[in-house]
């Protein structure tokens, strides 16, 4: 092999056939060929892997550690929207009257009754009282209105 830096006798004959192109273009296309012909391909394997590994390591951990996070995330906010919904489920059983709800949390002999209705009792009895008042209240006075409108 000549020298890489110099032309040889074909880069001449080369460049004075093809001028556009020069000496340059076939000293280029003769190196090129002498080294790709020792490059293997378990050489570009390897030169890849040595490159690439490290990117893709950085990019595997961003991107997992991005769907973990959300991954967490989704699962913790549905949870907690689990929990709150049977949270409210069961006062609103427990406040609309149904069965299960009176028997388990107010009625005379369930676990704890006793302190959950003198608990009521004590923070809501007049509120609660007064409120319903105020419903029947309203409620009478809706009817006497429908009744003198009906007579007329």
Do not use: C
């Not at 340059?24 to 490059?39: H, K």
């Not at 004590?122 to 409120?131: P, V």
Request: no cysteine; hydrophobic share 35%; glycine share 4%.
């Amino acid at each position: 092999m000549t020298d890489p830096k110099s032309y040889d006798e074909i880069d001449t004959a080369f460049a004075e056939e093809h001028s556009p192109l020069g000496a340059e273009y076939s000293a280029a296309n003769r190196l090129s060929e002498v080294f790709l012909s020792e490059w293997t391909e378990e050489h570009a394997e390897g030169l890849a892997e040595d490159v690439m590994r490290p990117i893709m390591d950085v990019i595997y951990d961003r991107v997992w550690g991005a769907f973990r996070d959300s991954l967490l995330s989704d699962t913790e906010m549905n949870i907690q929207s689990h929990m709150r919904d049977m949270v409210e489920k069961s006062v609103t059983a427990l406040i609309g009257g149904q069965e299960w709800a009176n028997i388990k949390y107010i009625k005379p002999g369930a676990y704890r009754s006793e302190d959950v209705r003198a608990t009521l009792a004590k923070l809501y009895s007049d509120e609660i009282k007064d409120g319903r008042i105020a419903d029947l209240e309203r409620e009478v006075e809706n009817l006497r209105q429908k009744i003198s409108y009906m007579r007329r």
